[in-house]
């Protein structure tokens, strides 16, 4: 089965049952002995956009970290393409396919733009050019302003400038850590257009996200996180709509700022 989209190029990205990463019975914590991410799974197939949504302390930004190799696996298992990537340090997840966008500290503010990119793409720079095309498709202002330090930029701006930067390697997949936290509403409002427009150019997407309506509003499929564990998971729309989590969740998820 498959759903064709539009990239940024126009031309068709397509969705698929293709699994590109798939958690399963997930346990990870940074203490030994303390779990934050108790018995999670979750599947997210070639072109699909997925939101992670929860309440304070649910282990959202923690179950990105623990599939960027960030955190430490105790049980359960982690594979990208059908791999297990358990245990691999970023660097050669990098080289798996998987781009990480921390919510802070996601650029080098003493470097350019340009500089910035560059450092994205450091295991394979003879692909700059190609790449550099593509991420300016998508963020076309940056490619007016390569050399304009990373550290003059607005909060919207530097976002921008990370998803660039972890989009040079070609990822498979690309995890975001709350794009639109920190943001103005504007701001907030384009960094969810970015998102959508990165997907729609055929990169699969896991984003854990504050704005939680808007996210669902977004994305192909969602996981509301709770205590760690994966209490519900269905498409954008349907949890919208679902009146558990509306009741449970919605009400207060506007101003979430879980790490």
Do not use: W
């Amino acid at each position: 089965m498959s759903t064709p989209t539009t990239d940024a190029a126009g031309t068709a990205a397509v969705k698929t049952d293709e699994v590109v990463v798939e958690v399963t019975d997930l346990y990870a914590g940074y203490l030994p002995g303390i779990n934050i991410i108790n018995g999670t799974n979750l599947v997210a197939r070639k072109g699909e956009l997925i939101g992670i949504i929860g309440p304070n302390g649910a282990g959202k930004s923690t179950l990105l970290k623990a599939i960027f190799g960030m955190v430490k696996v105790r049980e359960g298992s982690i594979t990208v393409d059908g791999e297990s990537v358990v245990g691999l340090k970023s660097d050669k997840l990098v080289q798996r396919g998987v781009g990480f966008v921390p919510q802070t500290n996601n650029v080098f503010p003493s470097l350019t733009i340009e500089e910035n990119l560059q450092m994205g793409l450091y295991q394979n720079p003879k692909g700059y050019a190609e790449r550099l095309e593509f991420v300016t498709g998508i963020f076309a202002e940056l490619g007016k302003r390569l050399k304009q330090r990373a550290g003059s930029l607005s909060g919207g701006e530097r976002q921008m400038v990370a998803m660039s930067r972890a989009l040079m390697m070609n990822p498979s997949v690309l995890l975001l850590d709350e794009p639109s936290a920190g943001l103005s509403p504007v701001r907030q409002d384009d960094a969810f257009i970015r998102v959508s427009d990165i997907n729609k150019a055929g990169v699969t997407t896991i984003m854990v996200e504050q704005n939680a309506r808007r996210c669902l509003q977004i994305c192909d499929r969602g996981y509301v996180l709770d205590q760690g564990r994966d209490a519900y998971e269905g498409s954008g729309r349907d949890l919208l709509n679902d009146p558990k989590v509306i009741g449970l969740y919605l009400g207060s998820l506007g101003a979430d700022t879980d790490h």
